[in-house]
Nanobody, 116 residues
């Protein structure tokens, strides 16, 4: 069983920044991809950013140019740097890891609240 533990969420004013971390209980190099999702109250879960085993990245249009996903294989941790935050970025942010076989693991989430 893989455990993913997110941290770094909090309350920030619009225009501010936060850096989320997702620490895995095993080598993240073993995963095909790691992703950040978010879920706001009453809304569907949304894919925010992806980083593949090889380091390629992709982003939702709503966060392009503001968010950056990265990873540190040595620390088995994935990061999400969030800049120029907007109230509409308010959500629970969840880390996801997908194995080569397609199995997915989820963290418990970390709350991000952006005040206007």
């Amino acid at each position: 069983q893989v455990q993913l533990v997110e941290s770094g969420g909090g309350l920030v004013q619009a225009g501010g920044s936060l850096r989320l971390s997702c620490a895995a209980s095993r080598s993240i190099f073993s995963f095909n991809a790691m992703e950040w999702y978010r879920q706001a109250p009453g809304k569907q879960r949304e894919l925010v950013a992806t980083i593949t085993r090889g380091g390629s990245t992709s982003y939702a249009d709503s966060v392009k140019g503001r968010f950056t996903i990265s990873k540190d294989n040595g620390r088995d941790t994935v990061f999400l740097q969030m800049n120029s935050l907007k109230p509409e970025d308010t959500a629970v942010y969840l880390c996801n890891a997908e194995t080569l076989g397609g199995t997915q693991y989820w963290g418990q989430g970390t709350q991000v609240t952006v005040s206007s």
